[in-house]
């Protein structure tokens, strides 16, 4: 009698690799988790979520492919924790300002600020393109592999997120 796959041991990713990953990514994982939620304690929690996800499910990560699969994990928290009914609202955090700041460092602090908020005041699917292209750096084919939409849609959120940007931007002047 042959022997299901079911009792088979489970697969284990190896230690080694995990811990490259880890020290190569995270970061990027808890700066993308950040920019989505607007908190670090959230952010944090969602970056240990996708290294649990790495750890436990041991996926088939291409060469070269590893930092695509992880944010993917990343932003799909995100978008979870965001949609959730208990997240009603953007918190920012309270920045710390130095002893003594100059008066050009408050105020590259406060449009920073100010840009931040408007990204998160963004429809989601808005703002994850934004935060991917923009924060991170990644073109719109990688964009397009992560999110699983063509490139056309990414171009365009790309495009309808910047003109949403500036008319809150804008209005905040007014």
Same mark, same amino acid.
């Given at each position: 009698?042959? =022997?299901?796959?079911?009792?088979?041991? #489970?697969?284990?990713?190896?230690?080694?690799?995990?811990?490259?990953?880890?020290?190569?990514?995270?970061?990027?994982?808890?700066?993308?988790?950040?920019?989505?939620?607007?908190?670090?304690?959230?952010? =944090?929690? @969602?970056?240990?979520?996708?290294?649990?996800?790495?750890?436990?499910?041991?996926?088939?990560?291409?060469?070269?492919?590893?930092?695509?699969? %992880? %944010?993917?994990?990343?932003?799909?928290?995100?978008?979870? %924790?965001?949609?959730?009914?208990?997240?009603?609202? @953007?918190?920012?955090?309270? &920045?710390?300002?130095?002893?003594? #700041?100059?008066?050009?460092?408050?105020?590259?602090?406060?449009? /920073?600020?100010? %840009?931040? /908020?408007?990204?998160?005041?963004? &429809?989601?699917?808005?703002?994850?393109?934004?935060?991917?292209?923009?924060?991170? $750096?990644?073109?719109?084919? =990688?964009?397009?592999?992560?999110?699983?939409? &063509?490139? $056309?849609?990414?171009?365009?959120?790309?495009?309808?997120?910047?003109?949403?940007?500036?008319?809150?931007?804008?209005?905040?002047?007014?």
């Amino acid at each position: 009698m042959s =022997e299901s796959p079911r009792s088979a041991p #489970p697969k284990r990713m190896d230690d080694a690799v995990f811990e490259l990953l880890y020290q190569k990514y995270a970061t990027d994982v808890l700066r993308v988790s950040y920019f989505y939620l607007g908190d670090r304690q959230k952010a =944090e929690d @969602v970056t240990q979520d996708v290294f649990v996800k790495l750890l436990t499910s041991c996926p088939e990560l291409e060469e070269g492919k590893e930092k695509a699969w %992880l %944010l993917k994990v990343a932003v799909n928290r995100c978008r979870d %924790l965001w949609r959730a009914s208990w997240v009603k609202r @953007v918190v920012l955090g309270s &920045p710390q300002l130095e002893l003594i #700041p100059d008066e050009r460092a408050v105020d590259e602090r406060l449009e /920073k600020q100010e %840009l931040l /908020k408007a990204v998160h005041s963004l &429809p989601a699917q808005f703002r994850e393109v934004i935060l991917l292209h923009y924060y991170q $750096g990644y073109g719109i084919a =990688e964009i397009s592999g992560m999110l699983d939409l &063509p490139e $056309g849609t990414i171009s365009s959120r790309l495009s309808r997120g910047r003109k949403k940007l500036e008319e809150i931007l804008k209005d905040g002047d007014a």
